[in-house]
């Protein structure tokens, strides 16, 4: 079990019916959980981006080793390598600890699930102002795909018309 | 639907529904042709596209297995993934960003133009530009291309302001919007651009051409089209004359079957169109099909690309817009001066969220990777799109060791880089680089070689048959009723986005096959 806190303000925090959260972990301990959170914070570090996220990929990596034990074999391993006072240590000191295992199956993997899966949070949409599908909300053809004013616009001759403006 | 009986000798089969499958599909089916499309993908629709990336990659990509080797930095990159195409009806013309350059009249003079360079296989393709040029009209006509045949052009996004700004200042004059084939206006029956920013994903307007709602349903409507989706081709056999006679393929539930045909055209994308032929040896073709003079699988192109990122102190929201609509062009020009031959096209670009770190930057974590990320409002984004010089040895063979699911050898991909595609990559980064420079950019962020979206050359038309695996018409110099109809026809690659090129010569293949059918050549 994982828990914690969305930060006052956060635009989740508007959402959920409280700010505690709290994560099952169904293959990994809690204690492989908080290693993990650590790590992927280590590799991915964005201050001001909430825990929630990170433990969305704790959560997301615990089910997808429930469905492979050679997956979770291999988090096992390579978070116990990481050491049982990683999540507490500098940040200087997990870097140090990841780099010592960087050319390893289990970082390649790590690294690899922490960026698919932080990238795809709502959490990380919402934090790096990334807007996703727009289709059902009619594209941004009228919500501002042209709406930079920093620079000049482009000439009609080598570009062409909105549809429907003028 | 229509149904042709495996026993119909008649029948033509085409492997793959791309591109080139997909519109050679149509062009035989409306004059009266019976076509079996062998399709190993499912049929997604404009309701059926997910709008989330990683599920849309799921949805859309070939992810069956291949190997790899060779100096190209995909080969350490990204050693599941050499390349980046379709498996699902409209091949790569569904995740494809639409953008439809013409290839050169002295690219397709590759070896005239170039002269000898050491360690590369150049040849000059056997058709004039002149002739191909009248199909780029048709198939520009067909596509609905932009800035062509009176189309008005995209509008400027944010992102192509970036762009346009950056090329004035470093003074590039032919930079505009690109010929895409997309729609700005409702055309053709499908609908008009809004600006997604989705290309990649499925275009769920069908704005962007596709075959899957364009040249396929039409061929359906002809009664004509016997399209089998899930059907994966495993092998072609011929007769006791040499010429092929059937195709065997897996269906949708795994059972083995056999189609019989008059003419088979494969186009199932460069990597399995060469891998296809290869597992397709006999007694009389121990190397495989059409590869007497070895060249199968040879030549392999897939243009020098790559992403240069610009972060900026203002947002640009790149994400917002027709992802590749915009291009200078430059930079397509033979300068040998700037020390290598050929030329390359700088293209706007965006990549989604939670794509950009996985393919479009350089590999990294921790505190400089996040910086970039945090810029990520603010960047604005240009795709390389450049000549690579075919080599014999770069090429597709089947791997001895790694199975797919039926038992058959994956395609292993090989690629030396030649020092010119390095010279070359070196140039467009650079000159991309003083572009965002130019207007004040904080940073500029070079990313790795990403898998390969252009794929070609590996069974490329030759004027003389030793240097190559068909004739001018992709039509096999070893067996007449075996033809190549996709990317791995082109003699070389050129540096233009590849499709519109592919469509013009499905175009011209349709007539020729016709008129040799009717003439009873074939």
Redesign the interface.
């Known amino acids: 079990m994982l828990t914690g806190l969305l930060a006052a303000g956060s635009p989740l925090a508007l959402l959920a019916p409280s700010r505690a959260w709290a994560l099952d972990l169904t293959s990994l301990t809690s204690q492989e959980g908080t290693t993990l959170l650590a790590a992927a914070r ?5 201050d001001k981006l909430e825990d929630a996220a990170y433990a969305l990929v704790v959560h997301s990596i615990d089910g997808l080793a429930a469905k492979d034990a050679g997956l979770r074999q291999q988090y096992r391993e390579g978070l116990a390598q990481l050491g049982a006072n990683f999540a507490t240590a500098s940040e200087e000191a997990r ?1 140090q600890a ?1 780099k010592a295992v960087e050319s390893s199956p289990f970082f390649q993997t790590l ?2 699930n ?3 899966l932080l ?2 949070t709502p959490m ?2 919402a934090y ?8 059902s909300k ?4 009228y ?6 004013r ?5 000439p009609q ?7 429907g403006s003028t | 639907m229509t149904r042709i009986d495996p026993n119909d000798d008649g029948a033509v089969v085409i492997v793959g529904s791309g591109a080139g499958g997909g519109t050679l599909a149509h062009e035989l089916t409306r004059r009266g042709i019976k076509i079996v499309l062998l399709e190993a993908g499912q049929r997604q629709s404009l309701a059926s596209f997910s709008q989330v990336p990683g599920e849309a990659f799921g949805q859309l990509t070939w992810l069956d297995p291949r190997t790899q080797s060779g100096t190209w930095g995909v080969a350490k990159d990204f050693p599941g993934l050499p390349v980046w195409t379709c498996k699902t009806v409209g091949g790569t013309t569904v995740h494809w960003t639409a953008a439809t350059p013409r290839i050169r009249p002295w690219e397709m003079r590759a070896r005239t133009t170039y002269g000898p360079v050491a360690g590369t296989s150049l040849i000059d393709w056997p058709i004039p530009y002149e002739e191909l040029k009248s199909y780029y009209q048709l198939a520009e006509r067909r596509l609905g291309v932009t800035r062509r045949n009176g189309n008005p052009g995209m509008p400027a996004s944010n992102n192509f302001k970036v762009m346009y700004a950056a090329a004035r200042k470093v003074g590039y004059k032919r930079v505009h919007t690109n010929h895409m084939a997309i729609n700005t206006l409702p055309r053709d029956g499908r609908g008009f651009c809004i600006q997604q920013g989705f290309c990649v994903q499925g275009c769920k307007t069908g704005a962007k051409w596709s075959t899957l709602y364009t040249e396929i349903p039409r061929a359906e409507a002809t009664g004509n089209l016997d399209l089998r989706i899930q059907c994966m081709a495993t092998r072609i056999e011929h007769n006791a004359d040499g010429r092929v006679n059937a195709v065997i393929y897996r269906d949708s539930n795994g059972m083995e079957q056999r189609q019989k045909a008059r003419i088979v055209c494969v186009a199932g994308n460069s990597i399995e169109t060469a891998r296809l032929l290869l597992l397709s040896e006999s007694a009389r073709f121990p190397h495989g099909l059409a590869n007497s003079a070895g060249q199968v699988g040879r030549n392999y192109c897939h243009h020098i690309s790559g992403f240069v990122w610009g972060t900026f102190e203002q947002p640009v929201k790149f994400w917002r817009g027709a992802v590749l609509a915009g291009i200078v062009e430059d930079e397509t020009v033979n300068e040998p001066k700037r020390g290598f031959v050929g030329g390359y096209h700088l293209e706007l670009i965006s990549l989604d969220l939670p794509t950009l770190p996985l393919v479009g930057l350089p590999y990294g974590w921790g505190r400089d990777f996040a910086a970039i990320m945090e810029d990520y409002r603010n960047m604005a984004g240009m795709f390389i799109c450049g000549e690579d010089l075919g080599r014999a040895d770069n090429r597709i063979t089947l791997d001895p060791k790694v199975k797919d699911a039926y038992g058959s050898p994956v395609a292993h991909v090989h690629v030396d880089e030649h020092d010119n595609d390095k010279a070359l990559r070196k140039h467009a980064q650079d000159q991309a680089a003083k572009m965002y420079e130019s207007i004040g950019a904080k940073r500029v962020i070079r990313s790795l070689t990403p898998p390969a979206t252009h794929n070609m050359c590996t069974a490329r038309m030759s004027a003389n048959p030793r240097d190559g695996v068909t004739n001018a018409w992709g039509q096999t110099h070893d067996i007449n009723n075996l033809f190549v109809s996709d990317g791995s026809a082109f003699s070389s690659p050129g540096s233009a986005n590849p499709t519109l090129t592919i469509v013009a010569l499905a175009l011209r293949q349709g007539e020729y096959i016709s008129r040799q059918m009717a003439a009873k050549n074939i």
């Open positions: 280590t590799i991915a570090p964005h870097v990841l690294r690899t922490t960026l698919q990238y795809a990380a949409y790096f102002g990334y807007e996703g599908e727009a289709f009619g594209g941004y053809l919500r501002g795909f042209n709406d930079l920093w620079l000049p616009e482009v001759g080598d570009s062409g018309p909105v549809l």
